[in-house]
């Protein structure tokens, strides 16, 4: 073989990347390419078969890793997950809109019809559904990445475990383990903010304590809450019942329901 | 001439543009008859749920509606509240807020020239693919869009979605220290900023000539990012007028037209441009020698109105937006606090800042203890999609007349024009654009009218 058909031949071979986009903001996907040290690295052991954000190249499937970003908001989307998952060994779902809905999920605490005519002057033109929900909630899924946006790490070590066939090595545990290893002295300690550190998946580094405002729970639960531990002390610190629902109810509004259900029958 | 009658032209997904459309083309004869760039973006229903959130929330909340450029949402957003409080930012954060969203710009634009449009003028299907046979140019752009990173990454936190923005200002202030090593990436980035310029200046440009109506921020003695008075420059290019931010939604109207089911932005009906080529063209005294004389090296000396060209005028702001920030890290003293207190007041604030892809407007009604009763973003995609349309109306028409000339490659240079050539020559249209779909904060749901290709 020359230079060229072993370059075909191993790309052939290599294994197939695909990147699908539903309701989001384009920020998951992003992070893909915002791995500026990593990209020619990883894009020289997979082949990126459709990512339409990157290439006009589309390959079809089967491919053997798909990454998915966005949350299920229309009927279209409905079936085109359904197609996604049957041309995916591994589906995986990136970011909070793929695995919780996202912010859009606020519409599952509200009157749809009220937001479209809110927003839109001839609402009848628009078909959306009257929820937001997680790819999950739809097909079976491989794993989910959390975040909002995810973190460029993670990522990496959930693409290297795929491409190594194990288990991708993301902890389950809270921000508070993160302020920790960060060395961040606690905000709700040392000064009285309101913080969802203690009930918010880790991920992010644990940023927000770091420059010095409380987690606002971009990454979900962490694997166990306690809410009914926490709102207490959201209390003390100032929030009132409409600040803290508010705080629970935005980027992973849908996520946090359940456990606010349970302290706030 | 085309051999061929009617026909109907439709690309479903278009690639390397930011969140998810598609374009329709009707061509009758050497005649386009309907040119349509679609929009089926799902609704994300951001104003509807703004209402009833915190004043200190938007800036936050609205982030989301655009992870390639957050900054220009939170900043749009704290402008117009901090004007709803009638809240003045003092220099030293308005300083700060200006180096954050160079590093949006540097982030932003490098990403557009070098992964969504440079493949198009080098016959690629993406940078990955023009890693390959371009391998230098790729790294240069990867590393260039590093360094804006890395200002969104010290001073907001992350790069997506930053979290140190908040009304007023910033929860955390660097130290001068902080800002150093960034001053060492940046000058580093400046040589790649301007080899960017020289290597897309060597680019082969199909003739094209965008007759719109100009439209964007301008502010004396520097080139308007952050903030500035809405100004337009008419087609004519020999009258500029401003108008008051209060007027916005009065200027810039938003409609439902009868072919298509998107929002289309008009200044009072006169279709209109915002972003690069508007900034360039209404703003381009105001650059920065070094990014003024890397505009003259690229033959940019007066306004450009090639969409074509809109490559160089985003390498020509990349070069601006480093040296600015390497201005300002220069001159830096940390604030006594890294914010101001923005107590809540029932009002109306209009805040507009350019995005990298042109003028964003947000108004949010505050109730006197600061919760939000209404808001209103204008995006730049809403604005800019009619002269999209436009635009692809006539490249196509341009095309089908066998008057394309050298550079759109397929059989456009022959005199005919098949599908294949057509589709891509398009493609590329709205690609110079850089339209950030994804900003679908009141873009309608389509149906796409799947008519058969004969």
């Given at each position: 073989m020359d230079r060229t058909e072993r370059r075909d031949h191993a790309e052939r071979a290599a294994p197939t990347l695909a990147v699908f986009k539903l309701a989001s903001c384009d920020g998951c996907q992003l992070t893909l390419l915002d791995c500026e040290d990593e990209l020619l690295a990883l894009t020289g052991t997979v082949?990126?078969?459709?990512?339409l954000e990157a290439s006009s190249a589309v390959r079809p499937g089967p491919y053997d890793l798909a990454l998915v970003e966005g949350s299920i908001t229309t009927p279209a989307d409905a079936e085109r997950i359904r197609a996604i998952r049957a041309s995916a060994r591994h589906l995986v779902t990136i970011g909070a809109c793929a695995t919780a809905g996202g912010i859009q999920a606020l519409r599952d605490f509200a009157d749809v019809d009220e937001f479209r005519r809110t927003v839109y002057?001839?609402?009848?033109y628009i078909e959306t559904l009257a929820t937001s929900t997680p790819v999950s909630a739809h097909v079976d899924v491989d794993f989910e990445l959390r975040g909002c946006p995810i973190d460029r790490r993670q990522l990496l070590e959930v693409l290297t475990a795929f491409l190594a066939g194990r288990k991708p090595d993301v902890p389950n545990h809270s921000v508070c383990f993160a302020c920790k290893r960060r060395g961040t002295v606690c905000v709700t300690v040392a000064r009285g903010t309101p913080c969802l550190g203690p009930v918010t998946h880790a991920g992010c580094g644990a940023i927000c304590p770091a420059y010095g405002r409380g987690c606002y729970g971009c990454f979900g639960p962490a694997g166990t809450v306690n809410l009914s531990a926490l709102i207490p002390v959201l209390h003390r610190d100032g929030l009132d019942d409409r600040d803290t629902e508010r705080l629970l109810r935005t980027f992973n509004a849908a996520a946090f329901a359940p456990y606010d259900k349970e302290v706030r029958p | 001439m085309t051999h061929r009658g009617s026909r109907v032209l439709h690309v479903g997904s278009l690639s390397r543009v930011e969140g998810e459309g598609a374009l329709h083309l009707s061509v009758s004869g050497t005649a386009v008859t309907s040119a349509r760039l679609q929009i089926y973006e799902p609704p994300r229903f951001f104003e509807a749920f703004l209402?009833?959130?915190?004043?200190?929330e938007p800036p936050d909340i609205t982030a989301r509606v655009c992870g390639i450029c957050p900054v220009a949402y939170q900043l749009s957003a704290c402008a117009a509240i901090e004007d709803a409080c009638d809240v003045e930012v003092p220099d030293p954060i308005r300083e700060l807020r200006r180096l954050l969203y160079c590093g949006e710009w540097i982030e932003s634009q490098t990403l557009h020239i070098y992964?969504?449009?440079a493949p198009d003028f080098l016959g690629r299907d993406g940078a990955i693919d023009l890693a390959r046979t371009h391998r230098a140019d790729v790294e240069r752009g990867l590393r260039l869009k590093q360094a804006g990173n890395a200002i969104l990454e010290l001073?907001?936190?992350?790069?997506?979605?930053?979290?140190?923005?908040?009304?007023?200002?910033?929860h955390r202030a660097p130290t001068r220290a902080e800002l150093q090593p960034l001053a060492e990436q940046l000058r580093r980035a400046m040589d790649d900023a301007l080899a960017t310029v020289h290597w897309a200046a060597g680019f082969e440009f199909p003739d094209a000539h965008c007759p719109y109506d100009l439209l964007a921020l301008s502010e004396p003695g520097r080139y308007a990012i952050d903030t500035g008075t809405p100004t337009v420059l008419t087609e004519q290019s020999d009258a500029v007028r401003q108008f008051a931010l209060t007027d916005f939604t009065d200027e810039v109207v938003e409609e439902q037209v009868p072919h298509s089911t998107a929002l289309h932005a008009t200044l009072r009906g006169r279709r209109h441009l915002t972003g690069s080529l508007a900034r360039f063209a209404i703003n381009r005294r105001s650059l920065s020698p070094i990014a003024l004389q890397a505009a003259t090296e690229a033959g940019l000396s007066g306004e450009c109105r090639n969409p074509f060209r809109s490559i160089l005028v985003r390498a020509v702001e990349v070069v601006y937006a480093v040296d600015e920030a390497l201005r300002v890290i220069a001159a830096y003293e940390p604030p006594a606090r890294p914010f101001v207190e923005v107590p809540p007041r029932a009002g109306v604030g209009h805040g507009a800042t350019e995005a990298p892809r042109g003028l964003l407007y947000h108004r949010y009604a505050l109730a006197a203890d600061g919760t939000v009763t209404d808001a209103r973003l204008v995006p730049p995609t809403a604005q800019n999609q009619g002269a999209i349309e436009e635009d692809l109306r006539r490249i196509a028409e341009t095309a089908l007349a066998g008057r394309a000339t050298a550079g759109?490659?397929?059989?456009a240079d022959t005199g005919t024009v098949d599908d294949a050539a057509l589709t891509l020559l398009c493609e590329r249209a709205i690609r110079n654009h850089d339209p950030c779909i994804s900003c679908s904060t009141h873009f309608l749901d389509l149906t796409v009218d799947r008519a058969p290709l004969p």
């Amino acid at each position: 073989m020359d230079r060229t058909e072993r370059r075909d031949h191993a790309e052939r071979a290599a294994p197939t990347l695909a990147v699908f986009k539903l309701a989001s903001c384009d920020g998951c996907q992003l992070t893909l390419l915002d791995c500026e040290d990593e990209l020619l690295a990883l894009t020289g052991t997979v082949r990126v078969a459709h990512f339409l954000e990157a290439s006009s190249a589309v390959r079809p499937g089967p491919y053997d890793l798909a990454l998915v970003e966005g949350s299920i908001t229309t009927p279209a989307d409905a079936e085109r997950i359904r197609a996604i998952r049957a041309s995916a060994r591994h589906l995986v779902t990136i970011g909070a809109c793929a695995t919780a809905g996202g912010i859009q999920a606020l519409r599952d605490f509200a009157d749809v019809d009220e937001f479209r005519r809110t927003v839109y002057a001839r609402p009848d033109y628009i078909e959306t559904l009257a929820t937001s929900t997680p790819v999950s909630a739809h097909v079976d899924v491989d794993f989910e990445l959390r975040g909002c946006p995810i973190d460029r790490r993670q990522l990496l070590e959930v693409l290297t475990a795929f491409l190594a066939g194990r288990k991708p090595d993301v902890p389950n545990h809270s921000v508070c383990f993160a302020c920790k290893r960060r060395g961040t002295v606690c905000v709700t300690v040392a000064r009285g903010t309101p913080c969802l550190g203690p009930v918010t998946h880790a991920g992010c580094g644990a940023i927000c304590p770091a420059y010095g405002r409380g987690c606002y729970g971009c990454f979900g639960p962490a694997g166990t809450v306690n809410l009914s531990a926490l709102i207490p002390v959201l209390h003390r610190d100032g929030l009132d019942d409409r600040d803290t629902e508010r705080l629970l109810r935005t980027f992973n509004a849908a996520a946090f329901a359940p456990y606010d259900k349970e302290v706030r029958p | 001439m085309t051999h061929r009658g009617s026909r109907v032209l439709h690309v479903g997904s278009l690639s390397r543009v930011e969140g998810e459309g598609a374009l329709h083309l009707s061509v009758s004869g050497t005649a386009v008859t309907s040119a349509r760039l679609q929009i089926y973006e799902p609704p994300r229903f951001f104003e509807a749920f703004l209402r009833g959130r915190a004043h200190t929330e938007p800036p936050d909340i609205t982030a989301r509606v655009c992870g390639i450029c957050p900054v220009a949402y939170q900043l749009s957003a704290c402008a117009a509240i901090e004007d709803a409080c009638d809240v003045e930012v003092p220099d030293p954060i308005r300083e700060l807020r200006r180096l954050l969203y160079c590093g949006e710009w540097i982030e932003s634009q490098t990403l557009h020239i070098y992964l969504l449009h440079a493949p198009d003028f080098l016959g690629r299907d993406g940078a990955i693919d023009l890693a390959r046979t371009h391998r230098a140019d790729v790294e240069r752009g990867l590393r260039l869009k590093q360094a804006g990173n890395a200002i969104l990454e010290l001073l907001g936190g992350r790069a997506i979605h930053p979290v140190n923005v908040r009304v007023g200002g910033f929860h955390r202030a660097p130290t001068r220290a902080e800002l150093q090593p960034l001053a060492e990436q940046l000058r580093r980035a400046m040589d790649d900023a301007l080899a960017t310029v020289h290597w897309a200046a060597g680019f082969e440009f199909p003739d094209a000539h965008c007759p719109y109506d100009l439209l964007a921020l301008s502010e004396p003695g520097r080139y308007a990012i952050d903030t500035g008075t809405p100004t337009v420059l008419t087609e004519q290019s020999d009258a500029v007028r401003q108008f008051a931010l209060t007027d916005f939604t009065d200027e810039v109207v938003e409609e439902q037209v009868p072919h298509s089911t998107a929002l289309h932005a008009t200044l009072r009906g006169r279709r209109h441009l915002t972003g690069s080529l508007a900034r360039f063209a209404i703003n381009r005294r105001s650059l920065s020698p070094i990014a003024l004389q890397a505009a003259t090296e690229a033959g940019l000396s007066g306004e450009c109105r090639n969409p074509f060209r809109s490559i160089l005028v985003r390498a020509v702001e990349v070069v601006y937006a480093v040296d600015e920030a390497l201005r300002v890290i220069a001159a830096y003293e940390p604030p006594a606090r890294p914010f101001v207190e923005v107590p809540p007041r029932a009002g109306v604030g209009h805040g507009a800042t350019e995005a990298p892809r042109g003028l964003l407007y947000h108004r949010y009604a505050l109730a006197a203890d600061g919760t939000v009763t209404d808001a209103r973003l204008v995006p730049p995609t809403a604005q800019n999609q009619g002269a999209i349309e436009e635009d692809l109306r006539r490249i196509a028409e341009t095309a089908l007349a066998g008057r394309a000339t050298a550079g759109v490659g397929g059989a456009a240079d022959t005199g005919t024009v098949d599908d294949a050539a057509l589709t891509l020559l398009c493609e590329r249209a709205i690609r110079n654009h850089d339209p950030c779909i994804s900003c679908s904060t009141h873009f309608l749901d389509l149906t796409v009218d799947r008519a058969p290709l004969p």
